[in-house]
């Protein structure tokens, strides 16, 4: 499984972004989808994530109501619509993929099996 992330780069406050992740490999329709970003310095943090098979989805309290993640199962995409971006949304976000997750592992980002190469999000005050 290959993961590509793009749509990252630099953004003023309040702006928005919309970063997209293509599958390659297999289809991922059964499969849980997240976006994770990491600033420097800092651990890896939750943004959002789509459940396999129902397609429910999950934010990290810093990003409800401000970042939306879609997946497109027919092209084996995911997409995170970012808005009223802040500077504290600077980082590189990655998404990851995973056949097996439970739940409770959602947020956790060493269960993941498969990761993107991160793109760079960067937001200017």
């Known amino acids: 499984v290959q993961l590509q992330a793009s749509g990252g780069g630099l953004v003023q406050a309040g702006g928005s972004l919309r970063l997209s992740c293509a599958a390659s490999g297999r289809t991922f329709r059964q499969s849980t989808i997240a976006w994770f970003r990491q600033a420097p310095g800092k651990e890896y943090e939750f943004v959002a994530g789509?459940?396999?098979?129902?397609?429910?989805?999950y934010y990290g309290d810093s990003v409800k109501g401000r970042f939306t993640i879609s997946r497109d199962n027919a092209q084996n995409s995911v997409h995170l619509q970012m808005n009223s971006l802040k500077p504290e949304d600077t980082a590189v976000y990655y998404c990851?993929?995973?056949?097996?997750?439970?739940?409770?592992?959602?947020?956790?980002?060493?269960?993941?099996?498969?990761w993107g190469q991160g793109t760079e999000v960067t937001v200017s005050s």
């Open positions: 789509s459940w396999r098979s129902t397609g429910r989805t």
């Open positions: 990851a993929l995973d056949d097996s997750l439970i739940l409770s592992s959602l947020r956790q980002a060493g269960d993941y099996d498969y």
